[in-house]
């Protein structure tokens, strides 16, 4: 990998620098987590134990070596944005309201009552 593109590059806005992630970027933070989740060195009752944002911050290192990603800001608001973005899924499916909707183990995809 000689490099990433313009899209990875940080972007001035009026909070300060912001960076863009790519789609390749989120899957490998995604199987990092997984990974580290399997392993259960970090594993707490409700998610990871301290120190985990370290260990996913070298995990990455190996993968996406010009990335540059720190554990803090950047692996900490990414999960952020993941747990926002993940939480309406998952209240459709395990969630009070989650009338009409449903996933189809067969065609993998999911599935909602003509009404919803």
Known sequence: MSGFSQSSVSSQNSRGTKRKWIPKEDVVLGAC???LHNVGTFNADMGFKVGYLNELEKMLEKFLPHAMLKAKPNLESRIGTFKRDWT???DMFRGKNN???GWDEHRQLII???AV
């Open 112 to 114: 909602a009552e003509d």
């Open 88 to 90: 309406i899924i998952y």
């Open 99 to 101: 009338i009409g909707f």
């Open 33 to 35: 987590m997984i990974d």
